[in-house]
């Protein structure tokens, strides 16, 4: 763990750790719902990455923006999107956030300035920008946070997003989430520099790279970056050094990876990190754990008997946003 873990009180570290719980109780659920073929297209798992998003947003503020992944649920529900409509959304109900329109990959919720997940590697990149730009031009002192993986770091909207975030410096914290395979092609394979951050140098732009099983070194990273680009620094790359422990997607076979590599990682899994670093300096009390546990699993399965007890949207209203109602004058 890192060092800055030492001033760790208990009330914070519990609710990381409350936070990371809710998004594995989440995601195992909803790999369970997708085999009883519930939810439909693709899905794209979190477990393992917890800590990057929860570390991430504990820097943010309401006012702040977020652009997401195809991979996002664990990134929207530590953004504060309620459980309910989420699992919603997954099931492809009316309830939820998108009106069962986005799916998976798609998940948006204006509340929260949630901007989306996207289906396409690299395709919130540019759309990070727009957000900062048009914050920065009404002076919202605002942050937009943009999460990638590292491959797309191989398509042309990251450099293009980066070069032009640098030449306006605009408010963006690039969030690259490096879990090493991209769908499945190791990154010294396709990456002549595989430190993703080191790439911000050629823009004239700050960069680190941080462990991202460790959601307090996450958090910290994250809160000094922020306090830059507030201040008028620019945009910022944080690298965060991450493991997916499930397949890229339900479809994958995983024939890139051995089942012994994945068991070394699930020793640094950010769940188990944080809760022996809170017994170990006395946070954790009891049955806290267990307390906690059956607190997200309760959360987790009224969220989904919500969503199977929603309804699907009416076959009469399918064209509806597909174009506009009217045109505005």
């Known amino acids: 763990m890192s060092e800055a873990k030492v001033h760790l009180d208990r009330a914070h570290g519990l609710k990381l750790l409350r936070e990371m719980m809710r998004i594995r109780a989440f995601e195992a659920r909803c790999a369970e719902l997708y085999q009883a073929e519930k939810i439909r297209g693709f899905l794209h798992l979190y ?22 992944t195809y991979r996002e649920h664990g990134q929207a529900l530590a953004r504060g999107i309620a459980m309910r409509p989420l699992m919603a959304e997954m099931l492809g109900k009316l309830e939820g956030t998108c009106r069962g329109r986005g799916g998976s990959m798609h998940i948006f919720d204006r509340a929260t300035r949630f901007y989306g997940g996207n289906a396409i590697v690299g ?45 306006w410096r605009l408010p963006v914290l690039f969030v690259c989430e490096n879990n090493r395979y991209s ?6 394979v396709a ?102 546990g059956a607190e997200v699993a309760a959360e987790v399965e009224d969220a989904v008997a919500f969503a199977e007890a929603g309804t699907l949207e009416p076959v009469e209203d399918l064209e509806r946003f597909v174009t506009m109602d009217e045109v505005p004058s």
């Open 123 to 167: 395709g919130g990149l540019p759309l990070s920008l727009g957000v900062a730009l048009a914050d920065a031009m009404q002076k919202r002192d605002a942050v937009t946070a943009c999460f990638f993986g590292e491959g797309a770091a191989d398509e042309g909207e990251f450099h293009e997003s980066l070069n032009l975030a640098s030449l």
């Open 47 to 68: 477990d393992g990455q917890e800590a990057v998003a929860v570390g991430i947003m504990q820097a943010l503020e309401p006012r702040d923006a977020v652009i997401a």
């Open 191 to 292: 990456e002549a520099e595989p430190e993703i951050w080191r790439k911000a140098a050629g823009y004239r732009m700050s960069g680190e790279a941080v462990d991202g099983m460790d959601v307090v070194a996450v958090e910290v990273a994250a809160r000094r970056a922020v306090a830059r680009i507030r201040q008028g620094g620019g945009p910022h790359l944080l690298e965060c050094l991450t493991y997916r422990f499930r397949a890229h997607s339900m479809f994958d076979a995983q024939l890139y990876r051995t089942k012994e590599e994945v068991a070394s990682w699930r020793e640094r899994d950010p769940i188990v990190r944080l809760h022996r670093w809170l017994e170990q300096a006395g946070h954790l009390h009891g049955d806290d754990l267990a307390v906690l």
């Open 183 to 188: 769908m499945g092609t190791p990154l010294g």
